[in-house]
């Protein structure tokens, strides 16, 4: 079966989805291909539960909002319909978000340009024909699907389009701790503060008490989830990331061994939760960090620190270099407020084939600096950036249009 398209976008998170909508402004033939059942990435299956990364660190009373205008419409949109923005940490703003509100506004939002979705598809081959890949293996539905796009946008987390074209990778010996999130009915609480002390409390005592995994001490709500009587709350998980998906697809069943151990001695420890109930458990582990596809420029620890700024930046970063350790520590090294980083389009762009572009979590970047670039509000940025360039029909246009998403991004926030 062969699929007419101009251009495939490669997982349907936050950064997919963002690609798929700017091809499609482009004019054209836009194929979104998810993994899973349900588009959103890691911010709905997962339930990440905040976008981060979406306004300058600050002092100031009024957090100051960057990205192109396609992505603070995105944030003021969601902050119109019962999102909250909350001064996090430090100076740190993040905008909460319920899981489902936002699954379904990005399927809406989808279907205005008409993109073609295909879910529960999985990439499975690549042809390459020199420096350009010439053809995509989908299976979907049972049935072998052939794409011959002129552009690909990989936007999948790990790479999964450098892995099966055998490009050259960033990858380390292991990564960030996975979190598992899970959904709790009947909290009397009604302060997210009160009842974030009370977890802490009670986790160093059990902790202690059965010998634990010390990660389990940093259980907490996840920030604007405590609303009428539920509240999502995060656990790290104790076990080592690597690039084994095998070993990565087991981490779900042991997350869910994980809570269903803790929470009845946690509703014993904490008085607001003694009649709570597990609600559900989100299907996937929140995995931070995996291998990325090496582009034409690799985004460093230095360039995030000293919030560098080429002159061909195409997404402004200002989240900390945040780093989650499998004892549960979290360690974050910040930038001065009130600035950011430039992510250059080199990051966006393979250093092997001609027409593949890289978003969101895929970018080109050393395992520190992805510790910032991966959040949500980064990840929105990267990913329309990478479906305008990829809507270029060649090497002179896509000058053209990195100078013109550069002008956007400082005119906007200077």
């Known amino acids: 079966m062969l699929l007419d398209t101009d251009i495939v976008v490669?997982?349907?998170?936050?950064?997919?989805?963002?690609?798929?909508?700017?091809?499609?402004?482009?004019?054209k033939k836009v194929t979104l291909v998810e993994k899973t059942n349900q588009l959103g990435g890691n911010a709905t299956n997962s339930n990440v539960g905040t976008i981060c990364g979406a306004y300058y660190r600050t002092s100031k009373e009024i957090p100051t909002l960057v990205g192109y205008k396609f992505c603070k419409d995105f944030i003021l949109e969601l902050l119109s319909d019962k999102s909250k923005l909350i001064n996090y940490h430090n100076g740190l703003y993040v905008v909460s978000y319920e899981w489902l509100v936002l699954a379904d506004y990005i399927e809406q939002q989808l279907i205005k340009p008409s993109v073609q979705i295909l879910k529960n598809a999985e990439i499975t081959g690549v042809n390459k024909c020199g420096d350009t890949i010439s053809q995509l293996t989908i299976l979907y539905e049972n049935k072998l699907i052939v794409l011959n796009p002129k552009n690909i946008i990989d936007c999948s987390g790990n790479g999964i389009v450098s892995q099966l074209a055998d490009l050259e990778?960033?990858?380390?010996?292991?990564?960030?701790?996975?979190?598992?999130?899970?959904?709790?009915?009947?909290?009397?609480?009604?302060?997210?503060?009160?009842?974030?002390?009370?977890?802490?409390?009670?986790?160093?005592?059990?902790?202690?008490?059965?010998?634990?995994?010390?990660?389990?001490?940093?259980?907490?709500?996840?920030?604007?989830?405590?609303?009428?009587?539920?509240?999502?709350?995060?656990?790290?998980l104790p076990d080592v990331i690597t690039d084994d998906t095998e070993l990565n697809k087991q981490l779900a069943i042991k997350g869910r061994a994980y809570i269903n151990e803790i929470f009845p001695h946690l509703v014993k420890e904490v008085e607001s939760l003694k009649k709570s109930e597990i609600e559900f458990v989100f299907p996937e582990v929140g995995i931070r960090i995996q291998q990325r596809s090496?582009?034409?420029?690799?985004?460093?620890?230095?360039?995030?620190?000293?919030?560098?700024?080429?002159?061909?930046?195409?997404?402004?970063?200002?989240?900390?270099?945040?780093?989650?350790?499998?004892?549960?520590?979290?360690?974050?090294?910040?930038?001065?407020?009130?600035?950011?980083?430039?992510?250059?389009?080199?990051?966006?762009?393979?250093?092997?084939?001609?027409?593949?572009?890289?978003?969101?979590?895929?970018?080109?970047?050393?395992?520190?600096?992805?510790?910032?670039?991966?959040?949500?509000?980064?990840?929105?940025?990267?990913?329309?950036?990478?479906?305008?360039?990829?809507?270029?029909?060649?090497?002179?246009?896509?000058?053209?249009?990195?100078?013109?998403?550069?002008?956007?991004?400082?005119?906007?926030?200077?």
């Open 10 to 27: 490669v997982g349907g998170g936050m950064a997919g989805f963002a690609a798929a909508m700017a091809a499609a402004q482009e004019g």
């Open 294 to 414: 090496k582009g034409k420029q690799v985004l460093s620890e230095e360039d995030v620190l000293f919030c560098n700024k080429p002159n061909n930046g195409v997404a402004i970063g200002t989240w900390p270099i945040e780093e989650w350790g499998v004892d549960g520590k979290l360690t974050m090294q910040y930038f001065k407020e009130d600035d950011g980083y430039l992510v250059p389009a080199g990051c966006l762009q393979s250093n092997g084939i001609t027409n593949l572009f890289f978003a969101g979590k895929n970018i080109s970047a050393t395992t520190k600096s992805i510790g910032s670039a991966r959040v949500i509000g980064i990840c929105l940025q990267t990913g329309y950036a990478a479906g305008k360039l990829a809507s270029c029909k060649n090497e002179i246009e896509k000058e053209k249009m990195i100078l013109s998403l550069h002008k956007e991004l400082v005119f906007r926030n200077d």
């Open 169 to 236: 990778m960033i990858t380390s010996p292991s990564y960030q701790a996975a979190s598992q999130v899970f959904r709790v009915k009947n909290v009397t609480s009604d302060n997210e503060f009160s009842l974030n002390m009370a977890l802490k409390k009670a986790m160093i005592l059990l902790v202690d008490t059965y010998n634990w995994p010390d990660s389990f001490t940093a259980l907490s709500v996840v920030p604007g989830s405590l609303k009428d009587n539920q509240a999502d709350f995060k656990i790290t």
